[in-house]
């Protein structure tokens, strides 16, 4: 007996951006999917708390958080805005901006959104950032109860996917 091919298979899906390479793959693989499968489509981006950036006993004297917050919201809305003008105007999209650890929103969001796929760059902005802040697509990966698909940035050997 053969199986009918499963169509609509992701119906509410969760993109996570930062502004790098592998999150605009990200954010065209997830358009792709929700046109096929006809999903809602959720855009989510996580301002980091700017007091974290300070090493534990390091000296903060002089350094201005409230002003580091706006700057950090206004950059990442403007990062949301920008990636969200990508998405073809037929295709409905909700923008989220959350503040915190990246994985620990995205988690948060995945439960409370009902998604079912979570679509991610497997590296962020930086490498630097990335020792210092952990993988968070690693720990999403290993915490969500939605599907995770990581993309990664194309290498010019066209898209790979992990």
């Known amino acids: 007996m053969m199986v009918p091919y499963a169509r609509n298979m992701f119906h509410n899906i969760l993109v996570a951006l930062d502004g790098s390479a592998h999150a605009a793959r990200a954010l065209e693989q997830a358009v ?30 002089g350094v201005d958080f409230d002003e580091l917050n706006e700057e950090a919201e206004r950059e990442h809305a403007t990062m949301l805005e920008s990636a969200v003008a990508t998405i073809p105007d037929d295709l409905p999209v909700t923008k989220l901006i959350v503040h915190g650890r990246a994985a620990e929103r995205i988690l948060e969001q995945v439960r409370r959104g009902g998604h079912d796929l979570v679509v991610m760059g497997s590296r962020g902005r930086g490498e630097v950032k990335s020792l210092l802040l952990g993988s968070v697509s690693h720990e999403v990966l290993g915490a969500s109860p939605a599907a995770v698909l990581i993309i990664h940035a194309d290498s010019g050997n066209g898209p790979t996917q992990g």
């Open 32 to 61: 792709d999917l929700a046109r096929a499968d006809n999903a809602k489509l959720t855009v989510i981006a996580a301002v980091p708390d700017p007091s974290a950036w300070v090493v534990t006993g390091a000296y903060a004297g």
